[in-house]
């Protein structure tokens, strides 16, 4: 899987650049901002943290960036799960109705 290109596009701009485990971090925390509720993104936030945690002693670089490869992948998936739940927006924001997540891959229009 190491070097496999994902053919899905991510949740946020930028994933392709995250190589670390500080970055992946810090990318999925901006992930949990752009979700509806501050409960939902409380969950997911405790579960970033969580799976740091578990995963804090891992030193094989290449199960280090299949793990990131699979973050990235369980975050669009449920960035793309919430943007299916999220009702139409109305025609002010300018947002088309078939592309909820706007420009900047956010689910919620940008203010």
């Not at 899987?1 to 701009?13: I, K």
């Not at 752009?34 to 943290?49: D, F, I, M, N, S």
């Not at 578990?54 to 449920?78: F, G, K, L, T």
Request: charge should be positive.
């Amino acid at each position: 899987m190491l070097g496999q290109r994902v053919s899905r596009m991510a949740p946020l701009p930028g994933a392709e650049l995250v190589r670390t485990p500080l970055q992946l971090y810090r990318y999925l925390l901006r992930c949990c901002r752009q979700l509806p509720t501050k409960g939902v993104q409380e969950h997911y936030k405790h579960a970033v943290r969580q799976s740091f945690r578990v995963h804090s002693d891992e030193d094989n670089p290449e199960r280090i960036q299949q793990i990131i490869q699979r973050a990235i992948e369980d975050a669009d998936w449920i960035m793309n799960k919430v943007s299916a739940w999220l009702p139409a927006p109305p025609a002010s924001w300018g947002v088309d109705s078939g592309n909820l997540r706007g420009h900047q891959g956010s689910p919620l229009p940008h203010s």
